[in-house]
């Protein structure tokens, strides 16, 4: 089970920090990513992280700006999002996946969070 938090309503050029936690014990055994899903638009891949935290990707339209990191000690990866602009408005979801993947596709992963709104505004 995934829950995503730190949604909220921040202002272009704001930072923000969204935490997805995970229950069980073999959370480090899978990669994990983010993703987010404005109205009207298909679910885009933002990021992933492998098991170890040592490998991470980004899509182009974040990289730079966002970092993804996890600390499997406490079950837990986040997303650190800085120099926000309005089209990052969008619902984020954190989402986890095992085994061989592509890892830029929804149906990559198995498991995923509810989902936290961010809305940034001008």
């Known amino acids: 089970q995934l829950q995503a938090s730190g949604g909220g309503l921040v202002q272009a050029g704001d930072s923000l920090r969204l935490p997805c936690a995970g229950s069980?014990?073999?959370?480090?055994?899978?990669?994990m990513g983010w993703f987010r899903q404005a109205p009207g638009q298909e679910r885009e891949f933002l990021a992933r992280?492998?098991?170890?935290?040592?490998?991470?990707e980004y899509a182009g339209s974040v990289k730079g700006r966002f970092t993804i990191s996890r600390d499997n000690a406490k079950n837990t990866v986040f997303l650190q999002m800085n120099s926000l602009k309005l089209e990052d408005t969008a619902v984020y979801y954190c989402?986890?996946?095992?085994?061989?993947?592509?890892?830029?596709?929804?149906?990559?992963?198995?498991?995923w969070g509810q989902g936290t709104l961010v809305t940034v505004s001008s």
């Open positions: 989402a986890a996946t095992s085994g061989l993947r592509d890892y830029h596709l929804p149906s990559d992963y198995a498991y």
């Open positions: 069980g014990h073999t959370f480090s055994a899978y990669v």
């Open positions: 992280v492998s098991w170890s935290g040592s490998v991470t």
